[in-house]
């Protein structure tokens, strides 16, 4: 029985990392289209805001795409890149939304961000008392 769980474990674990890997491969057109699904259930976008909006997140991430797959940059250079590359996009969403769904938005973007924390704390409290 052990065998058969430990198995199943390296199996489990295997198969994060080749998902996780598949991931920067996913286009920027599917990036864009995901966080537009988190964007639009978030605020209720009109037509012209989700095809500003679509256009900004393929920009970004195409533009992020670029700047990983440069292996010459230095690590700091890059995120330094990054954070720009973010703050142009997040102009330009403030451009696209009302006042109203901006702040909704960041609303949504912290909730996400503290669920996030709270699963990998509670991952982490989970495996210490497996120990």
């Known amino acids: 029985m052990k065998k058969l ?3 199943f474990g390296v199996l489990l674990t295997i198969s994060q990392f080749s998902f996780a890997q598949g991931s920067d491969k996913e286009l920027p057109q599917a990036k864009a289209k995901r966080q ?13 805001q989700f095809n500003k909006a679509n256009t900004i997140y393929i920009d ?12 010459k940059l230095a690590k700091q250079d890059r995120e330094d890149k990054e954070d720009a590359l973010k703050a142009k ?43």
Do not use: G, I, P
């Open 36 to 48: 537009l699904s988190n964007l639009n259930s978030a605020v209720q976008l009109s037509t012209e």
């Open 89 to 131: 996009r997040d102009k330009a969403l403030k451009q696209a939304l009302t006042a109203d769904q901006w702040k909704k938005w960041e609303t949504y973007l912290k909730l996400q961000k503290e669920k996030e924390k709270a699963a990998v704390k509670e991952a982490k409290q989970k495996v210490k008392n497996e120990k």
């Open 60 to 71: 970004y991430y195409t533009q992020k795409d670029a700047l990983k797959a440069n292996t």
């Open 5 to 7: 769980l430990f198995a």
